[in-house]
């Protein structure tokens, strides 16, 4: 098992939209969005479901507390012809609303207008693709299922 997922790897990401429809973006200092504007986001951990994922991610690098409204999309990729890079996107809702931005891997945090991003230009292409985004085209979380005790799962979770 650990050869055949050696190199797959799998991250989440999550917009977070105000009432008055401010995202929450961030600006970080490193890898290939290094000084652009993008959604928080980081890799899931052996120990957790991907909703836990992001709602942890969100937290660390911004300091606002979600709730996982639902899933947007898919974003999937192979970089070098080695490593499948995936990325599930999820709709939060937010519970909190005052920033700290995690000095140590964002230069910024901050709640902004999502077209005056794209006017600026300094951002991820996935940013431009969600501004055609619909909650109707949302997946649902269902949670506190059972698919059987044979596959002695600790958290199950289906989106749709």
Known sequence: MKERCRNVWLA?????????????????KYGGL???????????????????????????????????????GVRSGVIRNEISDNMLIFRLTPLSFDIRAQEEELYEAKFEDPHLLMQEGNHSVLLDQLLSYKNESMQQML???????????TSYKLFL
């Open 34 to 72: 290094k000084g652009m504007w993008s959604l928080p986001a980081g890799f899931v951990k052996y120990d957790e479901t991907v909703d836990k994922a992001i709602v942890r991610e969100v937290l660390e690098e911004t300091g606002i507390h979600t709730s996982v409204a639902g899933l947007i």
């Open 143 to 153: 949670d506190e299922m059972n698919p059987g005790n044979q596959f002695e799962y």
């Open 12 to 28: 989440v990401s999550g917009l977070v939209i105000l009432k008055d429809g401010r995202w929450l973006v961030v600006k970080k």
